[in-house]
Nanobody
Framework: QVQLVESGGGLVQAGGSLRLSCVAS????????MGWYRQTPGKQREMVAT???????NYADSVKGRFTISRDNAKNTVYLQMNSLKPEDTAVYYC????????WGQGTQVTVSS
């Protein structure tokens, strides 16, 4: 089992930056893939960025060049650096860990004002 705790969300103006953190309850070495997803009311949860335990990354087209996912295995933490934020980035952001099963954090709200 994996528990995930996100932090770093908040309110920011368009063009600003935020960094989300996700701390896992176990070592990241054995977790095949970590990722960030987001969801707005009435819409399906969508992938934002993922990173494997081989450090292969994948990004949604809408965030390429603006967001960066990274992991610090020593701290059991995955980060999402979000730059040049847009109002359409407003959502609840969820941390995900795939370890034979999908595990989710409780989510953190990101609000970008225009």
């Amino acid at each position: 089992q994996v528990q995930l705790v996100e932090s770093g969300g908040g309110l920011v103006q368009a063009g600003g930056s935020l960094r989300l953190s996700c701390v896992a309850s176990r070592s990241l070495f054995n977790i095949v893939r970590m990722g960030w997803y987001r969801q707005t009311p009435g819409k399906q949860r969508e992938m934002v960025a993922t990173i494997t335990n081989a450090d292969n990354t994948n990004y949604a087209d809408s965030v390429k060049g603006r967001f960066t996912i990274s992991r610090d295995n020593a701290k059991n933490t995955v980060y999402l650096q979000m730059n040049s934020l847009k109002p359409e980035d407003t959502a609840v952001y969820y941390c995900n860990a795939f370890w034979g099963y999908n595990y989710w954090g409780q989510g953190t709200q990101v609000t970008v004002s225009s």
